[in-house]
């Protein structure tokens, strides 16, 4: 025993960083608890909203049958209705894209591969464009099933990824698929384009610039009639007052 008390005598710094120890461990202990606490308050308020949500689910609508049916088609209708806006929107979108390089003359010229239908991509696009085109329901009013939305929904998806496809493949190569006359061809048909729009030059060089870029085209791209008459519209607007009339010559 004395032994002990020799070793409390000469040892007796050692009560201080051992309290200090003590005293880590402790806060540590304690701020442990405090966070398994705070986490099982989380986990109590997650299971008390999963359980009102879940009475909130099976508690039947105040009201009449006959007031909780129309109630629930009204709510049916609602959704498909601004499902199907959705995707008009979306159809539309898609739509407009490709009539801007249908109807553009120069986008034709620039990207011909987005107005044949010979390449796989582009033709792969107008099947899926057909299929949206022949699913679309009339309006939003419209009453559809379930599976006519998803077969809808499915088809605009594939519409808007065939043409993303297809108008990067364009893009890519261009008129790379063409010889190097052809090209040449379809560069002085962008050159006389620009003189056949532009407000600076005569009438006169207008209407023989149009008519060169309709030879030029001719046999390389298939203009469609609507391609034709816009261009034929921006001719006849650059024209001065009183010459505008005219129809350029075809």
Known sequence: MGEFYTFLAGYWWLAFPLFG????????????????????????????????????????????????????KSTHEGTIAGQLERLFAEHDEVSARWLDYELDVSKVIAFPAMSDGRQPLTAAFL????????????STKARVTKEQLADYRSAVTDF????????????????????????????????????AIDQAATPAERQLAYRRVREELDGLLSLSDDAIDGLEKKVA??????LGEARPEA
Do not use: C, M, Y
Not at 54 to 72: D, F, K, L, V, W
Not at 127 to 138: Q, T, Y
Not at 168 to 181: H, M, P, V
Not at 237 to 242: I, K, R, V
């Open 21 to 72: 120890v003590l005293a880590s461990v402790g806060g540590a202990w304690e701020r442990n608890a405090r966070r398994r606490h705070k986490r099982r308050l989380e986990v109590l308020q997650a299971k008390a909203s999963l359980k009102a949500a879940s009475r909130a689910a099976i508690t039947p609508p105040e009201g009449t049958p006959a007031e909780q049916a129309a109630s629930e």
């Open 127 to 138: 099947r899926a464009k057909r299929v949206a085109d022949g699913l679309r329901p009339a």
């Open 160 to 195: 808007e990824v065939a043409f993303d496809v297809a108008e990067r493949d364009a893009r890519r190569i261009k008129d790379s698929n063409f010889t190097e006359l052809e090209r040449k061809r379809l560069a002085t048909a962008k050159q006389l384009l620009g003189v």
């Open 237 to 242: 607007l650059e024209l001065p007052s009183g």
